[in-house]
């Protein structure tokens, strides 16, 4: 199962991509939303896990709504410690707070 991980944080990011590829995931890691919408029009991942707030000119809600156009069915998983936006997840989607991740993640 590949994951697709949108995390500006470096030292976050190296943590999340760790324990993905630790449980067996195939982690393909980048650090703002134009990159991961390059990757989406070209690429199909069987999970988005995005960060909701990116440096640039897309937030993770919209990342989310960008990728879903491609694959509609694209489960999403946003990460989040502090969003200045109001929440507009896409259907189906979960929301959790990155000081708790790991946990409810991998349990």
Sequence with gaps: MSVLLIEDDPLIR???VEALR????????????????VWCKRHV???LVTDVRLPGQLDGWQIAER??????EL???YATG???AAPHPVP?????????????LFG
Aim: aromatic share 4%; hydrophobic share 35%.
């Design 92 to 104: 189906g989607s979960r929301v959790v707070h990155k000081p708790s991740i790991r946990t409810r």
């Design 14 to 16: 190296e943590l999340i």
């Design 82 to 84: 502090f969003s200045p």
């Design 22 to 37: 630790e449980a067996g995931y195939h982690v393909i890691h980048m650090s703002t939303g134009e990159e991961a919408l």
């Design 67 to 72: 990728c879903r156009e491609h694959d509609p």
């Design 75 to 77: 489960p999403v998983i």
């Design 45 to 47: 991942a069987d999970v």
